[in-house]
């Protein structure tokens, strides 16, 4: 196995649609799921590609209710291909006609390239291989491109190809989807010209235009150029190509589909349709795109490698290479003058309707230390949506800004009211967007982008105008209780999301819910330091222009200190009543149903509730110790007026450990982290567990309706941090290594404060490097001795 290649042997038609997910090429801005080209959506393949960003709105009916449905749209298809010998069946391997004698369907996770190789026997006898190739472009991202290589292998004759761009595409790839209107394009114009043909579309209801251009090019086997007559059809939303070229027995036919597209969200452009046709026509050909296309992902690659020796085979390193890859493609630098946020479950399928939520808390710190302009650029994704998140929070009765569970287009709150539970069919009412700890993620990430970049330009005209209305929002949340002296924040949910209620309560939401209350604390705290940490003027102005006052900044310091934590039987209570709740049947579950990561359908669908019970579906108090680290929580304990020590902390993990189904992938991530320290190896294997979520599909169905961008990119960050105890504070680059006992070693590239290091861990030591031209001066700590480092030193610490 290399490390470089995620590699299929044979064709399987029911894992067709997860590996089509898994094989999405894209670079940042716009995905093509690894279809095949003859394929058509159905049960067993869902061809899809996607523009970040692009969204639409569709109303349906639930219940009896209007409901209003934003979901990232589909996109017109442009890789249908297939051929056949002249009488013959068209080709697609699912038609039963062709006996497939050789498969292998290979990415190149280096390149971000796709290869499928398949030798194929038709019913007259004729043996034929096809090798395809195709890619999204890394380097120009308004390009994709096709190749296709038939061989005749043991005959001769005429060979048809079709190939179109089909608009007529619906979003149908996720089933409990299926009975809400899909259809969310018009088309608006078909057309060709000699060997480029065109679409243009527009969505029904945000009207954002889409175009589609292709250049169809066909060689012979000394790669010369052929001109076959190209005849064209079209109808609304389809244009089609067909044509035909003689075979040798023997000798390949190549057909090169280039691809360019537009929409009209795109900067410096005239308009989609002449973009498109336009850079189509200026295209060079699909070997020299390839190079260039190889040359940018190479570089990409020098930031983003993650070299770990695990000293038990490579399909570690496989995997995480492939969750950078898929990283990467969803966002990138090309992403950086897009306006985009991270989508939950990238670009890769519709699962979340591409919502952006929370997910960023996990993908952000690892972005921070290799592109962190990539981070600026996501952050302000947040920041053009203030004034909408300032609204939602005056909707709720409340000061500051409270930003949306999920948010699509225009950072309005589009999470869905109701859920269908797939096991029993039931539409019931969902409460998730009570989970307002999706302001301490976005508030979590603003401060720990500037803890890395020490960027004074963001902080000034981004960063603390949207940490101060978070930190009001908390501030008008939370509720003076005359009887504790502390202060309340009641009626939420957290990170559990198994949990939206007490039993048999007649309204939704939790009170005193610990991860909420103790990170707003730290909300407040880090408003207050974003502030002092500003020029004297920009102070001023910002102080004029959010109409802050000295009595509201001494409020905040007050919350901070008073805010309720609840605890029960020595260990942190989820929230307050948690105490009251019964303890769960594992067991019996476990031997009922088997799988059983997602409870909450299994009770629900019995019945019952998990609101009863002391169950979690992922990690919530536990999220307290994945982002802070036991000093930094002791002392924020501390100014809470509780006691937080190592048993507490110890006892805590180990309580919410035996009591967690991991219904989520960010999960295993979590857990993984908070016993790193203490039990390297158990932590490992949740790691190793962890890698496994996507590419083993282990929710059962769930990948192939998009990939899980959070648990991707929170694994590679593990490593990056949990094990390597990297963590920038008050000025100083801190590594405390602990790797676990399989890891011999593990090398990254990171960039702080403008400096790029080289970092090498072994068990025995650690050795930083720098580039002699690099600028800047910055401190760093292994364990508890501080370095002065320069550019281009060799700093090596025995551990």
Aim: charge should be negative.
């Amino acid at each position: 196995m290399s490390v470089w290649a995620l590699t299929y042997e044979e064709y399987d038609p029911e894992q067709e649609r997860l590996r089509e997910a898994l094989c999405t090429v894209g670079n940042g801005y716009l995905a093509t799921r690894g279809a095949a080209p003859e394929s058509t959506a159905g049960p067993q393949h869902y061809p899809g590609t996607y523009l970040g960003g692009y969204f639409n709105r569709l109303t349906s009916e639930i219940n009896g209710r209007e409901v209003a449905n934003e979901s990232m749209v589909n996109m017109p298809n442009w890789l249908p291909l297939t051929f056949r010998p002249s009488g013959g069946a068209w080709f697609d391997l699912d038609s039963g006609v062709y006996e497939i004698l050789e498969y292998v369907q290979e990415f190149d996770l280096k390149r971000g390239v796709l290869t499928r190789r398949v030798r194929v026997r038709d019913t007259d006898g004729r043996t034929t291989a096809v090798t395809q190739r195709r890619f999204a472009h890394m380097g120009h991202r308004h390009l994709a491109g096709l190749e296709t290589t038939v061989l005749a292998e043991d005959w001769s004759g005429t060979l048809e190809f079709r190939t179109a761009i089909d608009g007529t595409v619906a979003n149908t790839g996720v089933d409990r989807y299926l009975d809400l209107p899909s259809v969310h394009l018009e088309p608006r114009e078909e057309g060709f010209e000699g060997e480029i043909s065109w679409l243009a579309v527009e969505t029904n209801q945000s009207h954002l235009r889409v175009a589609e251009a292709v250049r169809i090019r066909v060689f012979d086997a000394n790669d010369e150029l052929i001109e076959p007559g190209l005849e064209y059809t079209t109808s609304p939303g389809h244009v089609e190509c067909a044509f035909a070229v003689e075979a040798a027995e023997g000798e390949a036919i190549t057909v090169e589909k280039i691809a360019a597209v537009f929409g009209s969200r795109d900067k410096a452009i005239s308009e989609p349709l002449h973009e498109a046709r336009t850079h189509v026509s200026r295209a060079r050909s699909f070997d020299d795109l390839l190079v260039y296309h190889g040359l940018v992902w190479g570089q990409m690659w020098g930031r983003f490698e993650t070299e770990v020796d695990p000293g038990d085979g490579d399909r570690v390193g496989m995997v995480l290479n492939l969750h950078v890859l898929h990283m990467l493609q969803t966002i990138s630098h090309n992403s950086i003058d897009m306006d985009v946020g991270v989508p939950a479950r990238g670009l890769h399928g519709e699962a979340y309707r591409g919502h952006i939520f929370w997910d960023e808390i996990f993908v952000f710190p690892l972005i921070n230390f290799r592109l962190p302009s990539l981070t600026r650029a996501l952050l302000a994704y947040r920041y053009r949506r203030l004034n909408e998140a300032r609204f939602l929070a005056y909707q709720e009765g409340h000061a500051g800004a409270l930003y949306p569970w999920q948010s699509g287009s225009n950072g309005a709150e589009e999470t869905q009211t109701y859920h269908l539970n797939p096991m029993s069919g039931e539409w019931k009412p969902d409460n998730s967007h009570l989970q307002r700890h999706v302001n301490i993620a976005v508030a979590y990430n603003v401060w720990s982008y500037y803890l890395v970049t020490s960027d004074e330009e963001f902080l000034a005209y981004q960063g603390t105008e949207m940490l101060v209305e978070i930190a009001r929002f908390w501030a008008s949340l939370a509720t003076y209780n005359k009887v504790t002296d502390r202060y309340d924040i009641l009626g939420v949910m957290g990170p559990d999301e198994y949990h939206d209620g007490y039993p048999d309560a007649d309204e939704p939401g939790l009170n005193n819910n610990a991860y909420t209350n103790v990170m707003a604390a730290w909300t407040l705290c880090r408003a207050q330091d974003a502030l002092d940490a500003l020029r004297p003027y920009r102070q001023e102005e910002l102080w004029q222009r959010l109409g802050l006052s000295r009595e509201e900044i001494e409020a905040w310091d007050e919350i901070s200190r008073k805010l309720t934590v609840p605890f029960h039987d020595g260990v942190i209570s989820q929230f307050e009543g948690y105490e009251d709740l019964e303890e769960f049947d594992w067991d019996g579950y476990r031997e009922k149903y088997g799988d059983i990561q997602r409870l909450d359908r299994i009770l629900h669908a019995e019945g019952d509730t998990p609101n009863r019970y002391k169950v979690s579906k992922q990690a919530d108090v536990l999220m307290l110790f994945y982002l802070l680290s036991d000093e930094r929580l002791a002392e924020l304990f501390e100014r809470l007026g509780y006691g937080c020590d190592q048993h507490v902390i110890h006892s805590t993990i180990d309580y919410y450990l035996a009591r967690t189904s991991h219904g989520s992938t960010l999960s295993g991530i979590v857990h993984s982290w908070v016993i790193a320290r203490r039990d390297r190896g158990h932590s490992w294997d949740l790691f190793v567990e962890a890698l496994e979520s996507d590419i083993s599909d282990v929710q059962g169905g769930t990948t192939a309706e998009g990939i899980h961008l959070g648990a991707m990119a929170g694994t590679v960050d593990l490593l990056q941090r949990a094990y390597t105890g990297l963590n920038p504070r008050e000025g100083v680059l801190w590594f405390d290594p602990a790797l676990p006992d399989p890891v011999r070693g593990l090398s990254i590239t990171i960039r702080y404060h403008g400096m790029w290091l080289g970092v090498r861990f072994t068990k025995s030591k650690l050795v930083v490097t720098s580039d002699a031209t690099d600028s800047g001066v910055c401190q760093i700590g292994v364990r508890d001795t501080l370095y002065d480092y320069e550019p281009g030193q060799t700093l090596e610490v025995s551990l």
